[in-house]
Nanobody, 131 residues
């Protein structure tokens, strides 16, 4: 069983919406922070949204006002509601979970690249937005 598994990706036209889901095992879900990052072809990974244990959220400037991160503790599921999508949102979207004050929207992908212990992430789901 994967520790975190994303679903909900697909192909949409610009202006459309998608809702991504991430099913997490309990020990991955019960972390200080959970988030989403994405990687487009030929580009570096980019942190998109983070939600903390207390429910506070943060977003990258590129998605602020369009994306909403949420979680459901009854099912250990993380969500990303994506509205008003544009072609620049085309990427593979991954969910991640980790602990510690240095797990932020800006550092999440760096910690993963560095192989920081105690961080989990999924294989990703493809989102394609056409103009």
């Amino acid at each position: 069983q994967p520790q975190m598994a994303e679903s909900g990706g697909g192909s949409v036209q610009a202006g459309g919406s998608l809702r991504l889901s991430c099913a997490a095992v309990e020990y991955a879900y019960n972390n200080d922070h959970m988030g989403w990052f994405r990687q487009a072809p030929g580009k570096e990974r980019e942190g998109v949204a983070v939600i903390d244990r207390d429910g506070s959220t943060s977003y990258s400037d590129s998605v602020k006002g369009r994306f909403i991160i949420s979680k459901d503790s009854s099912t250990n599921t993380l969500y990303l509601q994506m509205n008003n999508l544009n072609p620049e949102d085309t990427a593979i979207y991954h969910c991640a979970a980790g602990r510690g004050p240095d797990f932020t929207i800006s550092t999440m992908t760096q910690l993963i690249a560095a192989g920081r212990k105690g961080i989990w992430w999924g294989q990703g789901t493809q989102v394609t937005v056409s103009s």
